[in-house]
């Protein structure tokens, strides 16, 4: 089967809230050479944000959004043993403080960033969900951040990354750290606008380019 193919079942399984189908589907990608985190990047997520889109749409509702993400954590249960053995022994690169901004209460994104930044050579302080610019900031301070990674899903909470940003720029610290911004809701052109130093549109390249930014 080709890759696309592989991909286009996963990304089916998510969005038809199938474990069972999910579990096949992850099996015989892998058994295909498909890495962990293609599977991921590639099939998983894009079902993922088309669940997020249909529940911010109101064409489905919290019972179908959490049967999916149960579909996602039982692949995640394959998955991340791999991934931690794909990324064994990566050099140190930098330092990360990761969250989702005030107001969004989405983390499954956010936690698959973690996992790849970790077995990629980051270290990483997760602030979780539904977190304030203060936050953000007095983590980045204390523990001499390189890079500020923000997730937003919803369209109300991007205002969050921009303040971000903006408390940054009012106290004269804009140019101590890189900011990624990435998430759903976000797009390139919201990057340029608020002035961000990178925007990632999955997991896996919000990697390449925070490697890029510490480079």
């Known amino acids: ?18 474990e069972d189908a999910v579990l096949a589907a992850v099996d015989a990608a892998l058994a ?12 998983l ?8 889109q249909q529940f911010e ?32 022994g990566a050099d140190k690169k930098g330092i990360v403080v990761l969250g989702t901004v005030k107001g969004d209460l989405h983390s499954i994104g956010k936690n698959i960033l973690k996992l790849l930044y970790e ?5 990483v302080y997760d602030l979780g969900i539904d977190v304030d610019l203060f936050s953000f900031i007095n983590k980045a301070k ?3 951040a390189d890079i500020i990674a923000m997730s937003a899903l919803l369209t109300t909470t991007l205002v969050g990354q921009r303040d971000v940003i903006d408390a940054l720029k009012d106290a004269g610290e804009r140019d101590k750290y890189k900011v990624l911004i990435g998430g759903g809701a976000t797009t390139k052109e919201w990057a340029d606008t608020i002035g961000a130093d990178g925007w990632a549109a999955t997991a896996y390249e919000a990697v390449t380019i925070s490697t890029k930014l510490v480079s």
């Open 1 to 18: 089967m080709a890759d696309a193919d592989h991909f286009d079942k996963l990304k089916q399984a998510i969005i038809d809230q199938d």
């Open 45 to 52: 997520l894009p079902g993922l944000n088309v669940i997020g």
């Open 119 to 123: 077995t990629s050579g980051f270290e």
């Open 32 to 43: 295909d050479g498909i890495g962990a985190k293609t599977v991921i990047d590639q099939g």
């Open 142 to 144: 204390e523990v001499n």
């Open 57 to 88: 749409d109101e064409e489905i509702f919290l019972p179908e959004l959490m049967q999916a993400a149960l579909a996602f954590q039982a692949a995640m249960t394959v998955l991340e043993p791999k991934i931690k053995e794909e990324g064994a």
